[in-house]
């Protein structure tokens, strides 16, 4: 449990960079006043955002819920070692999310910028 400061103050990173993306394609989906002209990847983009947005802030709330029951003497360590781990599997996996899209987006930006 020494790591858990490290451990949440990256996966709080990780929910503010998810929750930037989210909101920029947010913005592209208000930009677009055709919804049926969006590209299919970017609706996906936005889907798997907000799967990957709401798992982030699901893991952050559960492991806060579970150092306040360890505070109120209902809770263990092991299940906050357990939370923490879960969160740290969902952070990896929103990390990977993002990384990909990050990937996407440069491609796509080179691919415009030659054509």
């Given at each position: 449990m020494h790591d858990l400061p490290a451990?949440?103050?990256?996966?709080e990173v990780t929910t503010l960079h998810t929750r930037d993306y989210h909101a920029e394609l947010e913005a592209s989906f208000s930009s677009d006043s055709d919804s049926d002209?969006?590209?299919p990847e970017l609706a996906e983009a936005h889907e798997e955002t907000q799967r990957g947005l709401a798992?982030?802030?699901t893991?952050?709330?559960?492991v806060r819920l579970e150092l306040r029951q360890l505070e109120a003497?209902?809770?263990t360590v092991e299940g906050v070692t357990a939370e923490l781990?879960?969160?740290?599997?969902?952070?990896?996996?929103v990390d990977r999310l993002l990384a990909a899209r990050a990937e996407m987006r440069e491609a796509l930006g080179e691919g415009s910028r030659a054509g």
């Open positions: 451990d949440l103050r990256q996966l002209s969006v590209a798992a982030a802030v893991a952050l709330e559960r003497g209902a809770g781990e879960a969160a740290r599997e969902v952070q990896q996996a």
